[in-house]
């Protein structure tokens, strides 16, 4: 069974950097997506960044320069940098993966999610 387990989170000033990560086991495909997610308190989930098993990236505006995400196979972890954090970028973080090919930032295309992580900039 594919789990996924997010740590890293935390209360951070404007400014701040905070590294997330999160880890992945039970599956064994060449062909995937992982991303991270989002979610303000009353706001939907928002797509953050995402990864393919190529190494491409993608990633919103909002944090484009700031945010760098990145997958380390050998460790079977994938983790979210974040810098100049913002207020606007609270809330709980959430990392997802697609055993398939395609990777985009639409939440309904993962299939597997963690429990999520809360990151506060205040």
């Known amino acids: 069974d594919v789990q996924l387990v997010e740590s890293g989170g935390g209360s951070v000033q404007p400014g701040g950097s905070l590294r997330l990560s999160c880890v992945v086991s039970?599956?064994?495909?060449?062909?995937?997506?992982m991303g991270w997610f989002r979610q303000a308190p009353g706001k939907e989930h928002e797509g953050v960044a995402a990864i393919d098993s190529g190494g491409v990236t993608s990633y919103i505006d909002s944090v484009k320069g700031r945010f760098s995400i990145s997958l380390d196979n050998t460790k079977n972890t994938l983790y979210l940098d974040m810098n100049s954090l913002k207020p606007e970028d609270t809330g709980i973080y959430y990392c997802?993966?697609?055993?398939?090919?395609?990777?985009?930032?639409?939440?309904?295309?993962?299939?597997?999610w963690g429990q999520g992580t809360q990151v506060t900039v205040s």
């Open positions: 039970g599956y064994s495909s060449h062909s995937h997506c």
């Open positions: 997802a993966a697609r055993l398939s090919t395609g990777c985009s930032l639409s939440e309904p295309d993962f299939e597997y």
